[in-house]
């Protein structure tokens, strides 16, 4: 093999190209939730909190008209 034909292969070679894709979409997704949390100042946290509070609470009242069905 010659140096030539090496460096093509090399240049050619894309076997870890996806994953390094995925980490830079994960970094930016990363970065992009943290502006958005410091942005609102705890406002978005509140929300999503409130939101899991309503859908724990649906699903109580699910659970308990079942148990009482059966």
């Known amino acids: 093999m010659n140096n030539k034909h090496i460096i093509c292969q090399f240049v050619e070679n894309e076997s870890g190209q996806g994953i390094t ?3 830079a979409i ?3 997704v990363a970065i992009l ?3 958005v ?3 609102t100042q705890g ?3 509140a929300a999503i909190s409130k939101a899991f ?3 724990v609470s ?7 008209a079942a148990a009482a069905a059966s």
Do not use: D, R
């Open 37 to 39: 949390f410091s942005i």
């Open 33 to 35: 939730v943290a502006v």
């Open 43 to 45: 406002a978005l946290s």
């Open 26 to 28: 994960l970094a930016f």
């Open 58 to 64: 649906q699903l109580n009242a699910l659970s308990s």
């Open 53 to 55: 509070s309503a859908v």
């Open 21 to 23: 894709e995925y980490g």
